[in-house]
């Protein structure tokens, strides 16, 4: 079975600037996390997307925002890049019920200027 | 709301020596458990997770972990560690019921083991 596959790897952005991460879930998990992880940090909880509509959010602002496809693959989109921005971004995937546990990427680091 | 603290932000140790990797957790509703490693520049590798059934829950790479109720902890161990093991390993909950099902992580505790 593939695992969840992100890109690109590594990124740099100007403040204020656009930013869109994409994602490819494990095959047969319906459900897409993202996550950011700032440095030294356990990672925080973005959003969820299932069957293609935003399913639950942590407390990030609007100007981050995502994807689902029908095919499960996702995208992240940050608008109006801050410094703070900069951390490691992490897609997880999995079925829907959370006890079957999370497959997670390697994440694509940001780091905004 | 749940919450997840874990109690050494870094853990030395020497190779073959046992550890143990501390967390506590805050939830008002029932919660799964998991922990997590995270090599450098990687992501997240789920070592093993406590659904229901025995406190007791045994996972890869030789660890293991046991969820105590009573003290809302979910302690990681390893009898005999090895050099691979350096990493960095987070705990995490999951509200069992709700239909975000994210996980609540805790900061991390990074685990060098020392030749």
Not at chain 2, 82 to 111: M, W
Request: glycine share 8%.
């Amino acid at each position: 079975e593939t695992g969840v596959t992100q890109s690109p790897t590594h990124l740099i952005k100007t403040r204020g600037q656009q930013v869109t991460l994409r994602c490819s879930s494990q095959s047969g998990h319906n459900t897409v996390s993202w996550y950011q992880q700032a440095l030294g940090q356990g990672p925080q909880f973005i959003f969820q997307y299932y069957r293609e509509e935003e399913n639950g959010r942590g407390n990030f602002p609007p100007r981050f925002s995502g994807l689902q496809f029908p095919n499960y693959s996702s995208e992240l989109n940050v608008n109006a890049l801050e410094l703070d921005d900069s951390a490691l971004y992490l897609c997880a995937s999995s079925l829907l019920v959370p006890q079957h546990g999370y497959t997670f990427g390697s994440g694509t680091r940001l780091t905004v200027v | 709301a749940q919450s997840v603290t874990q109690l050494d932000s870094q853990v030395p140790v020497f190779e073959e020596a046992p550890v143990e990797l501390r967390c506590n957790y805050s939830s008002s509703v029932s919660v799964y458990l998991f922990w997590y490693v995270q090599y450098p520049n990687q992501g997240l590798q789920l070592l093993l997770k406590y659904l229901s059934g025995s406190t007791l829950v045994k996972g890869i790479n030789g660890f293991e972990a046991e969820f105590n109720k009573s003290q809302t902890s979910f302690h990681l161990r390893k009898p005999s560690v090895h050099i691979s093991d350096t990493a960095e390993y987070f705990c995490a909950v999951s509200p069992r019921r709700g239909s975000q099902g994210n996980l609540i992580f805790g900061k991390g505790t990074k685990l060098s083991v020392k030749p």
